[in-house]
């Protein structure tokens, strides 16, 4: 098996990178370099950028990395930002129409350990079709991240999707898994969710987190909150489910109310105590009501989005 030689696609989804994207991709060329030494991989291997509408010169430092290193760097760049997700999507399936055997995704700021992924390489060599990262600790993260992560991964696993926590989307995917990507049409892909259903075999192996050297975090408040929501609605139908068990619950709480007013009225004869009952029960159904409202809203987001059928992104130009 060990003189099996794959042709591996690096993919590097960048936004607003101009300060690491040089170094990171001479830095992965070395990688690249020593995995091909070892014989493992083709020499057409190679970089594949997906510059995510970044606003800086990130795209101008690609086109020079391109001219510096040929067909080695290939690459994309989106008309506006779309977001982490939907570069990491591009990336996959224009390897894909390039050409590759396997393909791994990694920062552009080199948080996740480049050296892990000749081990990859070599898990796939072995049979894995996916080969997933899980950093060993959360260090590097802000306290808010690392605790939101962790009640993320563990709502998700209560919802069904069971997701190792600690996963990040550093990982290798075989040729095969990208196939199977292609004929997923809906926008919303969440991939952790996506490369877990799919049930091909998966290989985990361990890394080090490191601190960004340079530029700061591309994500905020508001992307992890949107990105975590887009996890649950995209691949768990059991928050529907809860809001069929409160009908059920609720029902059943009615019910005995009905039998206690009913006892009250013509057994006990006691005149009812008014206000303080109903204005709490009126408040507390309220809220209910409203929170279960907003969990369709969710799900009726999702559709609105899945009928529209928009194509997931525009690319603007193309490097080949
Ligand atoms: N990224 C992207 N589009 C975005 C936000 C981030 O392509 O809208 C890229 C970013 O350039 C980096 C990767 O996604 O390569 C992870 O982002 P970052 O390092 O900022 O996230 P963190 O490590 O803080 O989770
Ligand atoms: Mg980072």
Redesign the pocket.
């Known amino acids: 098996m060990s003189e099996q030689k794959s042709r591996l696609a690096i993919i ?6 101009e300060l690491v994207v040089k170094s990171t991709v001479e830095t992965l060329l070395g990688v690249l370099d020593g995995i091909i030494t070892k014989g493992k991989i083709t020499e057409d291997s190679y970089i594949y950028l ?1 510059d ?1 509408g970044s606003k800086d010169s990130t795209w101008y430092i690609i086109e020079e990395l391109r001219n510096l290193y040929g067909e080695r760097i290939k690459g994309t760049k989106f008309i506006r ?4 997700q939907k ?1 990491l999507i591009a990336g996959l399936l224009g390897v894909r129409e390039i050409g590759c055997d396997c393909a791994v995704s990694i ?3 080199l ?1 996740q350990d480049e050296n892990a992924i000749e081990v990859f390489v070599d898990e796939f060599h072995k049979g894995a079709d996916i080969v997933s990262g899980i950093r060993n600790d959360r260090k590097t993260d802000s306290f808010f ?1 690392k605790y939101t992560a962790l009640c993320f991964y563990k709502l998700m696993n209560i919802l069904g999707v069971k997701i190792p926590p600690n996963h990040s989307d550093f990982r290798l995917v075989s040729r095969h898994a990208l196939d199977i990507l292609e004929q997923y049409r809906e926008e919303g892909l969440f991939l952790r969710g996506f490369f877990h259903e799919i049930g091909l075999k998966t290989a985990y192996v361990h890394f080090n987190v490191k601190p ?1 050297a340079l530029g ?4 905020n408040f508001f ?1 992890l909150t949107s990105l975590a929501l887009n996890g649950i609605t995209a691949f768990s139908i059991v928050p529907l489910r809860i809001i069929a068990a409160c009908g059920v619950i609720t029902m059943l709480g009615s019910f005995l109310l009905a039998f206690e007013v009913l006892l009250e009225k013509y057994v006990l004869h006691t005149t009812p105590s008014g206000w303080a009952t109903l204005v709490i029960l009126l408040a507390f159904f309220g809220g209910l009501q409203i929170f279960c409202l907003g969990i369709i809203g969710e799900y009726l987001g999702q559709i609105f989005n899945e009928v529209k059928g928009r194509p997931r992104y525009i690319k603007g130009i193309e490097l080949k």
Request: hydrophobic letters at 20%.
């Open positions: 590097i989804p960048c936004f607003n990178e997906v995510d930002n779309y977001g982490n570069a920062d552009a700021d948080q991240k960004r700061s975090s591309k994500y992307s």
